[in-house]
């Protein structure tokens, strides 16, 4: 399935209009997983973002040579935040347990072709 402009515009959306937001991958992250939330990460901070970057049980090992890996939660830090990005996540059985807080909409950003478009807004 194709990107939807209405998506997308509503992410844009979100972004400019937010200040706080919370990003995470899959559990049991790869490289791939963790690198596109700390890229996405760094790119809401240059925007002047507050971004609590959350990996499920921190980051492993064989991934601690990824730059920047040390600004990686095992815990979510207290919200409020204006959204959740979740990077690279197929199946919802996937994504990290996340607390019932105001966290704002769940953004799923994520390439596989097959997926449970389970987050309130779903780029891929």
Avoid: N
Wanted: proline letters at 8%; aromatic letters at 6%.
């Amino acid at each position: 399935m194709p990107l939807s402009r209405t998506s997308l515009s509503k992410t844009v959306d979100l972004v400019q209009k937010g200040s706080a937001f919370l990003v995470t991958c899959h559990v049991r992250p790869d490289a791939d997983a963790l690198g596109s939330a700390m890229g996405w990460a760094t790119i809401l901070q240059s925007l002047g973002k507050r971004v609590a970057l959350y990996s499920h049980k921190g980051v492993p090992t064989h991934l601690q040579f990824l730059k920047g890996w040390e600004q990686v939660q095992a815990t979510i830090p207290e919200g409020p935040y204006d959204g959740v990005f979740v990077m690279d996540a197929a199946a919802q059985e996937l994504v990290p347990p996340l607390p019932p807080c105001d966290c704002g909409p769940v953004i799923l950003v994520d390439h596989h072709s097959a997926h449970d478009d389970y987050g309130d807004v779903v780029l891929r």
